[in-house]
């Protein structure tokens, strides 16, 4: 913008000078030349009293005088042919002068001022000076210079304003970007202060109104999150009680320790809601002992539904750059798709390697596949809410990673979380 108003106001500066000084300066050339002829006219009417009385000797004297004075050259035709002075030819001029008849005209050195005197007993008298070119044009090309200069000095004086001005007009609109940028960075206490014309300072005000809207919403949005996890407190509380009054033991111990995981998992979605801030330290886990105990817990309910596990894990640890509650659900979903998507009997395997960098965790199994579109959030196919792959993309994004559906090699789907290692507070 600063460079677009600088070009404009140079071409409407250069414009309007061209207007004003082009005239100008054809103005002083026609004021030097007028200023010349002047000149020599009056050096001319000098000589009338002395052309239209003096004898021949007298008129050459003060020819001579005046022409040495002037530095112009001078010419006197009496009416007998004689031509005192400088020895010029009869011109037009002087042919029609010594008619009667005085005038100023053009010639190839330049002007020429004839003037005819009357009252000689033998005819009329012509008097001639010629101004040369050079002394028509005295002075018009320093004039001319000191008119260019002037302009020049007056475009980049209107360059200085108009890149004040844009200044003025940019910085703002600078300020509006970097805090937009910044609130797409989810810095939302971001605010600008309003600043430039009125128009500027409206939008600036629209945005830090617009970012404290988003605040309360956000804030609205979380004690939501937070009642409705808080709502689920009741019904934990239930199941462990019944689970208590189980009479098998081992199957009192597993559905406790169930709902106590459950519980934890509320407690800190309560806690991720009304307290989100960005971490102090980097975020960490351990994949292997994560994906080792939700294997654990998850084959239970393969055993009860007929469904082989293969299990291959690397011996850890190995740490990825994601917190341990984060990628602990995206473990679960990925499994709990595996049954809620695939019938009872359909065996599964998972497998934990590292790979080139990355910590890659597939879990494949033998049903009918995965449907197109079951990674958009939302998006199910089974009557399910459809956050199961979404929660385990924005782990591994988390985690620099990425997620990738694919056939699986025995005809069913193959889901590949890929996990980045940990950061350190420096490249935090």
Do not use: C, K, Y
């Not at 002829?37 to 000797?57: I, K, M, W």
């Not at 304003?161 to 971001?190: G, K, Q």
């Not at 960490?284 to 299990?311: C, K, N, P, Q, Y």
Request: cysteine-free.
């Amino acid at each position: 913008m600063r460079a677009r108003l600088a070009l404009l106001v140079a071409a409407v500066s250069v414009l309007t000078l061209i207007a004003f000084l082009v005239p100008l300066a054809l103005l002083v050339r026609t004021v030097a030349e007028d200023r010349a002829t002047v000149r020599a006219t009056a050096d001319a009417q000098s000589l009338v009293p002395v052309v239209g009385t003096a004898d021949a000797a007298t008129i050459r004297l003060t020819v001579e005088q005046l022409a040495a004075e002037s530095g112009r050259p001078v010419s006197v035709f009496l009416p007998d042919g004689t031509v005192l002075g400088a020895q010029t030819p009869r011109t037009p001029a002087v042919a029609l002068a010594a008619r009667g008849q005085s005038l100023t005209g053009e010639s190839a050195a330049g002007r020429e001022v004839v003037i005819a005197v009357q009252g000689r007993a033998d005819g009329t008298g012509v008097i001639r000076i010629a101004v040369p070119q050079h002394e028509l044009t005295a002075g018009v090309t320093r004039a001319w210079l000191v008119l260019a200069l002037l302009g020049v000095i007056l475009v980049l004086i209107g360059l200085l304003v108009a890149d004040r001005l844009a200044r003025t007009l940019v910085r703002p609109i600078s300020d509006l970007s970097a805090v937009s940028h910044r609130l797409a960075n989810a810095e939302l206490d971001a605010r600008v202060t309003p600043a430039g014309p009125p128009e500027l300072r409206e939008v600036a005000g629209a945005l830090n109104h617009l970012a404290t809207r988003i605040q309360v919403l956000l804030v609205q949005e979380r004690e939501q999150v937070a009642d409705l996890s808080h709502q689920l407190r009741t019904p934990l509380t239930a199941l462990r009680l019944e689970a208590e009054s189980l009479r098998d033991p081992d199957d009192a111990a597993r559905i406790t320790a169930a709902a106590d995981g459950l519980e934890r998992a509320v407690t800190g979605l309560i806690r991720q809601a009304r307290w989100r801030h960005a971490p102090a330290q980097p975020a960490s886990a351990d994949a292997a002992a994560i994906v080792a105990d939700r294997v654990a817990f998850w084959s239970v309910l393969a055993e009860d539904t007929g469904r082989a596990v293969t299990l291959d894990l690397t011996p850890g640890p190995l740490p990825v750059g994601v917190a341990a509650d984060n990628l602990t659900a995206a473990v679960d979903a990925l499994l709990g798709n595996v049954f809620a998507h695939t019938p009872d009997g359909t065996p599964f395997a998972v497998r934990l390697a590292r790979e080139t960098g990355e910590v890659v965790l597939t879990v494949a199994d033998e049903g009918p596949g995965m449907p197109a579109g079951a990674i958009r959030r939302g998006a199910s196919a089974a009557g399910s809410t459809g956050l199961g792959l979404d929660i385990a993309r924005r782990a591994a994004q988390a985690a620099g990673g990425r997620l990738e559906v694919r056939a699986g090699p025995q005809g069913g789907a193959q889901v590949l979380l890929r996990l980045g290692p940990p950061t350190s507070p420096r490249d935090a």
